[in-house]
């Protein structure tokens, strides 16, 4: 089972961009079984997925809110993953957890956070408009 340890985040004006990564130790997290990637979670909600990938790269999920200006990627060699945030907007502002758990089926990854059953210690991104 994976470990996974995040950095990056920070406060940023609205338009600009961050990086979010996500080192994972341990096995399996890049196995084609498995999802990882990142929610947000806002005070008093439930953790939503923003950015998703199966192990290996073959697909990947985007929230609606998020499309065209954040990106998932995985540096295998790392065993680190990444989440680009670009035109970064106040409403972008929540704590971010990277995630990892079993994919849904062949091409999909479970969007739901109670599927994920190991979590980063998450990192706070706050927007400025």
């Known amino acids: 089972q994976a470990h996974l340890v995040e950095s990056g985040g920070g406060s940023v004006q609205a338009g600009g961009s961050l990086r979010l990564s996500c080192a994972a130790s341990?096995?399996?997290?890049?196995?084609?079984?498995?999802?990882v990637g990142w929610f947000r979670q806002y005070p008093g909600k439930e953790r939503e997925a923003v950015a998703l990938v199966i192990g290996g790269g073959t697909s990947t999920y985007y929230a609606d809110s998020v499309k065209g200006r954040f990106t998932i990627s995985q540096d295998n060699d790392k065993n680190t993953i990444y989440l680009h945030m670009n035109g970064l907007q106040p409403e972008d502002t929540a704590m971010y957890y990277c995630a990892a758990g079993l994919r849904k089926s062949f091409g999909y990854c479970y969007t739901g956070p109670r599927y994920y059953n190991t979590w980063g210690q998450g990192s706070q991104v706050t927007v400025s408009s």
């Open positions: 341990g096995s399996g997290y890049t196995d084609k079984m498995n999802c």
